[in-house]
């Protein structure tokens, strides 16, 4: 390899070395755009900026999209909508969107239709991935699990137990 080439080399994979934090960076810089778009009432704002990253793959704006089609702010009411967008997120592992899919096929407004298995194995790997700085959302999760199993069969917490720990994170 001749020296020149040696040299082309080395600049291309340090154009790729420093791409990777500026992509971080504007991935981190967008989010809190949007949260502070959010923060005031630009919903127009926030909902492009998640939507942007959404369809990239990245399960907190996927979160934060489906919960914007949750509520209606800033897109139409959408709870078909918002369940697509928790289950990407969740599918993932995204706590937080494991724990809104959960939600939804447990004590949502039936879309997607109930489901206590798929809700309660959606509500575990919520709880088992939540941290301390998400104390509230976990306490949550742990109270929706307990109403849940309370009106489940012995087999079908087996079957979600087993579904949970089936479970592999896939790739966004």
């Known amino acids: 390899m001749t020296f020149l080439k040696l040299l082309a080399l080395a600049a291309t994979l340090l154009s790729f ?3 990777a934090p500026a992509a971080a960076q504007t991935l981190e810089a967008d989010m809190r755009a949007a949260a502070g778009a959010y923060e005031r009432k630009d919903m127009a704002t926030a909902v492009r900026i998640w939507r942007q990253w959404a ?3 990245n399960a907190e704006a996927q979160t934060l999209l489906g919960a914007m089609y949750w509520s209606g702010e800033g897109v139409p ?3 078909r909508e918002a369940a697509l967008w928790f289950l990407r997120a969740a599918h993932q592992g995204y706590a937080r969107a494991q724990n809104d899919i959960g939600f939804m096929y447990g004590f949502g ?3 997607p239709p109930a489901d206590d298995v798929e809700a309660y194995k959606w509500l575990t ?3 088992e991935r939540y941290t301390a700085k998400n104390q509230e959302r976990l306490d949550q999760a742990i109270k ?3 109403t849940l199993a309370k009106r489940m069969s012995r087999a079908q917490i087996a079957e979600a137990e ?3 720990k089936a479970w592999k994170p896939a790739a966004p």
Request: proline letters at 0%; a positive charge.
């Open 144 to 146: 929706d699990k307990a």
């Open 125 to 127: 790997l919520a709880i």
């Open 17 to 19: 070395a420093a791409a």
């Open 77 to 79: 009411r959408d709870h």
């Open 109 to 111: 407004e039936g879309i």
């Open 55 to 57: 369809e990239k793959g």
């Open 162 to 164: 087993r579904r949970a």
